[in-house]
Nanobody, 115 residues
């Protein structure tokens, strides 16, 4: 059974930092591209950051320089370090694992940036 379990979401003040974690099980982790998406009510789920099986990374422009995605293949974990958080980063953050047409999602973790 495939599971992606996110953790680390919280309420944080603007300018603060959070680290999200995603624990994967039931997949051959090191062949999957891992991503973080985010979604706010009434809007589509948008890609935030992606890390390939080889470790190459891509970020949406709005988080470039503030967020860092990383992975630990031995632990089957993917992380999203979020610095200099802004109110517009408030969303539910989802972990995604993809290889070819196979696609898995976690249940999401809430990040709220507010004073």
């Amino acid at each position: 059974q495939v599971q992606l379990v996110e953790s680390g979401g919280d309420l944080v003040q603007p300018g603060g930092s959070l680290r999200l974690s995603c624990a994967a099980s039931g997949i051959i982790f090191n062949i999957y591209a891992m991503s973080w998406y985010r979604q706010t009510p009434g809007k589509q789920r948008d890609l935030v950051a992606l890390i390939s099986p080889s470790g190459s990374t891509n970020y949406v422009d709005s988080v470039e320089g503030r967020f860092t995605i990383s992975r630990d293949n031995a632990k089957k974990m993917v992380y999203l370090q979020m610095n200099s958080l802004k109110p517009e980063d408030t969303a539910v953050y989802y972990c995604n694992a993809k290889v070819n047409v196979t696609n898995y999602w976690g249940q999401g973790t809430q990040v709220t940036v507010s004073s």
